[in-house]
């Protein structure tokens, strides 16, 4: 019997496979951070486009597959931006920060004209917040009034912490990470909307009308696409 690290890197692996198809020779992408987009900087090794990373880890394995990586200064549009999620919801709904680089990836997604999901097909969901709990980023400074400003949206929200649980959890941009489980019937526009008014917070890992397409790879090889309206990347 094959083992669930087996099948989940078979659909891993489709799933970015099917997004190296779609990004153009000597294009200025961008790419998130995690696993599935880790398979894809892999699959790119000596390509002759650029990328933006939205995460140290992405930079350095970017830099070991060959793939010149720039900064974005402002001065041009990412063609293609390639990430990952924790949960994907039928009308391409996300949430995202597991990897703890949510603020970069929203960043990096805004600045480009297309941006493309590579995932697993078990992650997709009927609901957002169905099995993974929500990040939130929020500065250090006065973290638990955040935290208890935040109460009403996000009752049970628990600081995050390095793996070993021996302190906070650090972002690449300095800040904490708080997790909470989205209660039952939240709409996740007004959840977004809300959230952004909290002082204190920076980001949060709900992408909403962000994703053109989301490709999720299944064990068995084969890929579902979840496509935005008419355009194509056919």
Do not use: C
């Not at 703890?100 to 960043?107: D, N, S, T, V, Y």
């Not at 002082?199 to 890929?223: Q, W």
């Amino acid at each position: 019997m094959r083992s669930s690290r087996f099948v989940s890197d078979q659909a891993r692996n489709a799933a970015a496979a099917a997004a190296v198809e779609l990004i153009p020779r000597k294009a200025t992408i961008g790419l998130g951070s995690g696993r599935a987009v880790w398979k894809v900087v892999e699959l790119l090794a000596g390509f002759d486009g650029r990328a933006v990373v939205a995460s140290e880890l992405t930079r350095e394995r970017a830099l070991t597959a060959g793939i010149e990586v720039v900064e974005l200064d402002g001065s041009f549009e990412l063609d293609l931006a390639v990430d990952g999620a924790d949960e994907v919801d039928g009308s391409l709904g996300l949430i995202k920060g597991g990897g703890g680089a949510l603020l970069r990836e929203k960043i990096v997604i805004s600045a480009a004209r297309r941006f493309v999901v590579v995932a697993e097909a078990v992650k997709k969901v009927e609901r957002l917040g169905e099995g993974f709990r929500l990040p939130v980023e929020v500065v250090r400074f006065g973290w638990r009034d955040t935290r208890r400003r935040l109460a009403g949206l996000l009752p049970e929200s628990e600081l995050r912490s390095t793996e070993d649980k021996s302190e906070p959890y650090v972002t690449d941009e300095g800040h904490y990470i708080l997790d909470a489980p989205i209660p039952p019937g939240t709409a996740p526009p007004a959840l977004a909307e809300a959230l952004n008014r909290v002082p204190g917070v920076v980001e949060h890992g709900l992408f909403l009308d962000m994703a053109d397409l989301a490709l999720l790879g299944r064990p068995d090889g084969t890929v579902e696409r979840l496509e935005r309206g008419a355009a194509g990347f056919d």
